[in-house]
């Protein structure tokens, strides 16, 4: 279940940044801050629980290298214009891998 929390925190980061960078000045509602607060915080969360659950280099390899893998597998799909739907994608699969580990 490692990959599945690696595929899921690699969703979640590549969804972060894609979503932060369509954000503009304007953008300030509860809605969107909500989101992307969700995000950061269940993201970080899921690697501090990562770190006690698997071995060292599982949540480094899912924060690290799985959104570059992520952004290039993706780049071209649906799930790059709508990152909420990768971020609510990646906390899921995060929450599994962490639950059947």
């Known amino acids: 279940m ?3 929390y690696v595929a899921g ?3 979640n980061a590549f969804g972060y940044m894609r979503f932060i960078k369509m954000l503009g000045p304007l953008d300030n509602t509860p ?3 909500g989101i992307k607060n969700a995000s950061a915080i269940g993201g970080l ?7 006690a659950v ?3 280099w599982v949540p480094i390899v899912g924060l690290v290298l ?6 290039l597998v993706l780049s071209a799909t ?3 214009t709508f990152p909420q739907i990768a971020i609510g994608i990646g906390l899921i699969l995060s929450i ?3 639950a059947a580990a």
């Open 66 to 71: 799985a959104p570059v893998v992520v952004g």
């Open 96 to 98: 599994v891998g962490l």
């Open 54 to 56: 698997f071995q060292w």
């Open 2 to 4: 490692e990959w599945v």
């Open 45 to 51: 969360i899921a690697v501090a629980i990562g770190f």
């Open 31 to 33: 809605t969107l801050n």
């Open 78 to 80: 649906p799930l790059a």
């Open 9 to 11: 925190v690699g969703l």
